[in-house]
T-cell receptor, first 113, second 111 residues
Framework: SAVISQKPSRDICQRGTSLTIQCQVD?????MFWYRQQPGQSLTLIAT?????????ESGFVIDKFPISRPNLTFSTLTVSNMSPEDSSIYLC??????????FGPGTRLTVT | QKEVEQNSGPLSVPEGAIASLNCTYS??????FFWYRQYSGKSPELIMS??SNGDKEDGRFTAQLNKASQYVSLLIRDSQPSDSATYLC???????????WGAGTKLIIKP
């Protein structure tokens, strides 16, 4: 399966600032996903990022708040903009490998104060 | 609204026993089903995928799929304390290929 890394692993940020999370894969993948997971909750899909096209956002998530870049088949970034304490969460990137299975990066734990 | 349902638990099982985790889904045409294990503070880890009716075994893990009943389960034999985690069921939507996630079942293996 693909090996996925994320940076940073954790961060504490002040409200009103922005944080960019990087996701790097060791192989070329078509589909990458960004999720958010609140403590004790299941996963919520933020957007799907395919190389060469605009990211597709799920209901409740907008590009101005969560801009995503996907410059090539091994890399993507998610920016959390104008942060508020409600954005405190774990942010996960995942990739679809072999056309069926999704594998996750280690996650970024974000705390907004 | 496509849904995946799991009992949130916690499910407490003695060490060495069989742990049985269940999941039902609403989209009758779904074809791909997945079980993930998530330890506290870690990201989800894929442990089983199943696409056909019946059983699929991998070591101590067996996934069972019954499409007619829209039901998928995960059995863990000879449960170990290291199996204590939250188990997430995910179903791939046919319409957009996204995963629909259950809420997860917290499993506790008692020594």
């Amino acid at each position: 399966s693909a090996v996925i890394s994320q940076k940073p692993s954790r961060d504490i940020c002040q409200r009103g600032t922005s944080l960019t999370i990087q996701c790097q894969v060791d192989s070329q993948v078509t589909m990458m996903f960004w999720y958010r997971q609140q403590p004790g909750q299941s996963l919520t899909l933020i957007a799907t990022a395919n190389q060469g096209s605009e990211a597709t956002y799920e209901s409740g998530f907008v590009i101005d708040k969560f801009p995503i870049s996907r410059p090539n088949l091994t890399f993507s970034t998610l920016t959390v903009s104008n942060m508020s304490p409600e954005d405190s969460s774990i942010y996960l990137c995942s990739v679809e490998d072999r056309g069926y299975e999704q594998y996750f990066g280690p996650g970024t734990r974000l705390t907004v104060t | 609204q496509k849904e995946v349902e799991q009992n949130s638990g916690p499910l407490s099982v003695p060490e060495g026993a069989i742990a049985s985790l269940n999941c039902t889904y609403s989209d009758r045409v779904s074809q791909s089903f997945f079980w993930y294990r998530q330890y506290s503070g870690k990201s989800p880890e894929l442990i089983m995928s199943i696409y056909s009716n019946g059983d699929k075994e991998d070591g101590r893990f067996t996934a069972q799929l019954n499409k007619a009943s829209q039901y998928v389960s995960l059995l863990i034999r000879d449960s170990q304390p290291s199996d204590s985690a939250t188990y997430l069921c995910a179903v791939k939507a046919v319409s957009n290929y996204q995963l629909i996630w259950g809420a997860g079942t917290k499993l506790i293996i008692k020594p």
